[in-house]
């Protein structure tokens, strides 16, 4: 079993930065990969950014160049710092960790632009 939980969400004017955090512990293994993904209301679950445990990363199209995904290993621990934040960002946040097939979610963490 594997607990995902996220931190750092917020309310922030556009043009900010917040960073995300997402604890994992449990049964982890070496090779996994972690994400974030973000719902808004009335939308879909979309993906936001990928690392793979080999330091592999992936973006969606409309977070490059601002959003960076991290892990510090040592803590077990994700990152997504997230700079000039847009209100279009505004969504809830979860941490994905998927490994032998089998996908884990945190709870989510609010995350709010907006003037």
């Known amino acids: 079993q594997v607990q995902l939980v996220e931190s750092g969400g917020g309310l922030v004017q556009p043009g900010g930065s917040l960073r995300l955090s997402c604890a994992a512990s449990?049964?982890?293994?070496?090779?996994?990969?972690m994400g974030w993904y973000r719902q808004a209301p009335g939308k879909q679950r979309e993906l936001v950014a990928t690392i793979t445990s080999g330091g592999i990363t992936k973006y969606a199209d409309s977070v490059k160049g601002r959003f960076t995904i991290s892990t510090d290993n040592a803590k077990n621990t994700l990152y997504l710092q997230m700079n000039s934040l847009k209100p279009a960002d505004t969504a809830v946040y979860y941490c994905n960790l998927a490994q032998w097939g089998l996908e884990y979610w945190g709870q989510g963490t609010q995350v709010t632009v907006s003037s």
């Open positions: 449990g049964s982890l293994f070496k090779d996994n990969v």
